[in-house]
C-alpha cells in the first residue's frame, strides 16, 4: 500500500463514516523474545526458562482509528499445545469473525488495511468480502511492511513485557498477553501513539 492508497482509504472511510481498522497477526511460543531488564553491572542478566513445549499463542489484533472518536483495540488469541487435530493458528473463519466482531463493537463501516499473507487471500474471506461490500472495504499492505502498520507497535508493547516471562506453561503465557492487551484497551493514546510511530495520521473531522 502505497501513500496514495492510504489517502483513498482515508477518503473512503470519511465518506462512509468508516472506521480504519488496522490488522495484524503476532505469536509467542514458550521460548521468550528478547527484550532489555535490569543486572549488575559486569554481568549479563539470565532469564530462565521454567517450562518446555511445543506450544505457541496466536493473537490477531486489530488498531481501530475515526476521527472524532476514542481508538480502539481489538483482538482474538488461538493456543495450540501440540495436540492431535488441533489448529495450529487462525483458520480465515476465526479472521472473517472477528472482523464481524469488530463492526459489532465499532458500531460501523470499516476500511480494513492488512498484508497480503495466504490466509488473507483464501477463497473463503475474499467471498466474504464481496458478500458485504456495503460495510467493508479492504486494502492491502505489502507482506512485509511492519513500519505502516500501527498494531505492529502493539505487539512491540505486549512483547517487553514477555521477554522478562520465565512461564511455567503455555496458559501463563496466554494470561499475559491478555493482560497486557487489556491494559492498552484502556489507553487510547497509546493506540494513538503506535499510529504516530508508524508516521500515519488520520485527518481529524471536518
Known sequence: ??????????????????????????????????????GRIGQTPVVRVRGR???????????????GRRSRLIYGICEYRGRKDEPKGFG??????????????????????????????????????????????????????????????????VKRDLGNLAAADLGQITSTVKRRLKQIQYRPDVVDGCLVGAGLSIDPAP
Not at 2 to 29: H, M, N, P, Y
Open 92 to 157: 480465515w473463519r476465526d479472521f472473517r469473525d472477528l472482523i464481524v466482531r469488530a463492526r459489532i463493537q465499532l458500531g460501523g463501516p470499516i476500511v480494513l488495511v492488512w498484508d497480503n499473507v495466504r490466509l488473507h487471500l483464501t477463497a473463503g474471506i475474499r467471498e466474504f468480502i464481496d458478500a458485504n461490500a456495503e460495510w467493508l472495504t479492504v486494502l492491502q499492505l505489502p507482506t512485509y511492511a511492519p513500519d505502516l502498520n500501527p498494531q505492529e507497535g502493539i505487539w512491540a508493547l
Open 1 to 38: 500500500m502505497e501513500e496514495g492508497d492510504l489517502a483513498a482509504g482515508k477518503s473512503t472511510a470519511a465518506e462512509r463514516g468508516a472506521w480504519i481498522v488496522f490488522e495484524d497477526e503476532a505469536g509467542q511460543s514458550m521460548t521468550p523474545p528478547r527484550a532489555r531488564t535490569w
Open 53 to 67: 513445549g511445543s506450544g505457541r499463542v496466536s493473537i490477531a489484533g486489530m488498531a481501530c482509528y475515526k476521527p
